[in-house]
């Protein structure tokens, strides 16, 4: 167990439609990472936050968006939803936001889009 | 951050010594050697990293060449729960941000 829970594990949509993924961190740890995993792309950067603030951005569509809350929860939000968005989504936690931490990821939410 | 060369897949057989190389001839001088795994259907987690020295740690080893641009990690009994995508990556410790950069990682196998 890595102290990072995902919610929801499995969520089934259809096209045009809107999801939220929940990430909360380890205890303590103050920077959230959010990742997509789909089977012709690998695992891919989407969005770091850092204490609230986001630090940096990856391959993230203008479609998503996320972010941190004051209790250090992070959502991510999937809006009009395409067949492609179909994927694992992970969360990550780490107590820096630098490149000296450990990341700890969470099981993931997988999303299918029908 | 710079890029890391490794094979697709490896096969292994139980109770075995298995060497998962990596190659990474670009590496900077602040570059350390991390080493994530990846089990069916879980995240990412955590197996070890280095910066010169081989570093050993309950779950595995690693070995670093002397000009840095190679690294191999080791474990020293494959067990079946080893069988898992393995990732080495690069992460510049004199970067502003955290977040890693995943490749396309190996595959190994393990045979009972």
């Known amino acids: 167990d890595s102290g990072v829970t995902q919610t929801p594990k499995h969520l089934i949509t259809a096209t045009g439609q809107r999801v939220t993924l929940r990430c909360s961190p380890r205890s303590g740890d103050l920077s959230v990472y959010w990742y997509q995993q789909s089977l012709d792309q690998g695992l891919q950067f989407l969005i770091q936050?850092?204490?609230?603030?986001?630090?940096a951005k990856g391959n993230i569509l203008e479609r998503f968006s996320a972010q941190q809350f004051p209790d250090l929860h992070s959502e991510l939000n999937l809006s009009s939803l395409e067949l492609g968005d179909s994927a694992l989504y992970f969360c990550?936690?780490?107590?820096?936001?630098?490149?000296?931490?450990?990341?700890?990821f969470g099981e993931g939410s997988r999303l299918t889009v029908l | 951050d710079a890029k890391t060369t490794q094979p697709n897949s490896m096969e292994s057989n139980e109770e075995e010594p298995v060497h998962l190389p990596c190659n990474h001839s670009?590496?900077?001088?602040?570059?350390?050697i991390h080493w994530y795994r990846q089990l069916p259907s879980q995240g990412p987690e955590y197996v070890i990293h280095g910066l010169t020295s081989n570093v050993n740690n309950r779950m595995a080893s690693l070995a670093i060449a002397e000009d840095r641009k190679s690294s191999t990690l080791i474990l020293h009994r494959a067990t079946l729960r080893d069988a898992a995508v393995y990732y080495c990556i690069l992460r510049d410790y004199g970067g502003s941000q955290g977040n890693l950069i995943f490749g396309k990682g190996t595959k190994l196998s393990v045979k009972p």
């Open positions: 670009t590496i900077s001088g602040t570059d350390y």
């Open positions: 990550a936690s780490s107590a820096r936001q630098t490149n000296t931490g450990e990341l700890f």
């Open positions: 936050y850092y204490n609230g603030e986001e630090r």
